[in-house]
């Protein structure tokens, strides 16, 4: 039996998302809270078992709903997505989420709100487009829109889903930049970054919510992970939009979370539920590797990174508490 080893745990108030990205050549683990107008940083190999509170200046008001990190003009940044709630000088009213930009070591704005969706921002993600900094978010409102963070303007906007997306990604996909969102709606869809060209949609005819996609590469191919309110794990190949073996099953709640990586030279995934456990699985063979990683609450968030040479995964849960587990190979 495969064997994981909790090795760090912190925690504040309630935890709505977390990034890992790498400053001082070590990761770092960035947090938000809900309902605040802060960030925590957090080395989990440090000396402190207290992450550092960052608080965010520069907006009249806002609030966070999902976190992404880039790297702007070689500095680290935080880019955040507001709720439906959410309001700036900018706001003609009270709805629609923002996407902002936030300098990592001083807390600081970078330029203006970014504005375009009429409803709260359900995901987010970063990517790099011809050399540039890119953000996508994902709307309430069922919009995916991409953002060019350098210049602070829309690239592009669609709105193929019916419904709001709560699973973004992006990915290189034959030497390609990629989105691949998958929404309420029940349907994943590609999108190439550079112009917002939709290369197709998977139907994968389930009357169930997408709240996470993940692409990774399995046996040669670009492979799309998924996973929602069915509480399974469903493997979809990109160029064909079939599915890819059998759903993966044996969380008894909804999931909420999930990153991929390698572990041991293979593609393995992070599950985190509703039914408060996190989850690794083998993609290749379909199997549960190791006992579940048990929480007090449900598990929100799910990161994939490494420490001191060793895989780890990063998780948070409703109640507050992050934290790092050592995967077992």
Same mark, same amino acid.
């Given at each position: 039996m495969t064997e994981h080893q909790e090795l760090h745990r912190t925690s504040i108030d309630r935890v709505e998302q977390l990034v890992v990205t790498e400053l001082d050549g070590r990761p770092h683990v960035v947090i938000a809270g809900a309902w605040q107008t802060s960030v925590w940083l957090w080395d989990p190999s440090g000396p402190g078992d207290r992450p550092d509170e960052l608080p965010l200046r520069g907006a009249a008001s806002y609030t966070i709903a999902q976190l992404a990190t880039a790297q702007l003009d070689g500095r680290p940044v935080v880019v955040t997505g507001g709720d439906r709630h959410d309001a700036s000088e900018t706001d003609t009213g009270d709805m629609g989420g923002n996407v902002r930009v936030w300098d990592l070591a001083s807390g600081t704005m970078l330029g203006q709100p970014l504005t375009g969706h009429w409803a709260g921002i359900w995901s987010l993600a970063t990517a790099v487009v011809d050399g540039r900094p890119v953000a996508v978010s994902g709307g309430e409102d069922g919009q995916v829109i @991409?953002? $060019?963070? %350098?210049?602070? #303007?829309?690239?592009?906007a669609e709105g193929m889903h019916s419904d709001g997306i709560c699973g973004l990604t992006t990915a290189r996909v034959d030497g390609r930049p990629t989105a691949v969102s998958g929404g309420h709606d029940s349907?994943?869809?590609?999108w190439d970054l550079a112009d917002g060209w939709k290369p197709g949609e998977?139907?994968?005819? %389930? $009357? %169930?919510?997408?709240? @996470?996609? %993940?692409v990774t590469r399995l046996d040669g191919r670009d492979v799309v992970v998924s996973t929602g309110d069915d509480s399974e794990i469903s493997l979809w190949d990109l160029a064909s939009r079939e599915a890819v073996g059998d759903p993966l099953s044996?969380? #008894? $709640?909804?999931?909420?979370a999930m990153a991929v990586g390698v572990l041991g030279g293979r593609p393995v995934a992070v599950t985190g539920s509703e039914d408060t456990t996190a989850r690794v699985w083998d993609l290749a063979s379909g199997e549960q590797l190791g006992a579940?990683?048990?929480?007090?609450?449900?598990?929100?968030s799910v990161a994939i990174t490494e420490i001191d040479g060793r895989t780890v995964a990063v998780t948070s849960e409703q109640a507050g508490h992050v934290r790092v587990w050592a995967l077992g190979d």
């Open positions: @991409a953002w $060019d963070l %350098a210049r602070g #303007e829309q690239l592009w349907t994943i869809h590609q998977i139907a994968t005819d %389930a $009357d %169930a919510a997408i709240r @996470a996609v %993940a044996g969380h #008894e $709640d909804r999931i909420f579940p990683l048990r929480h007090g609450s449900t598990v929100q």
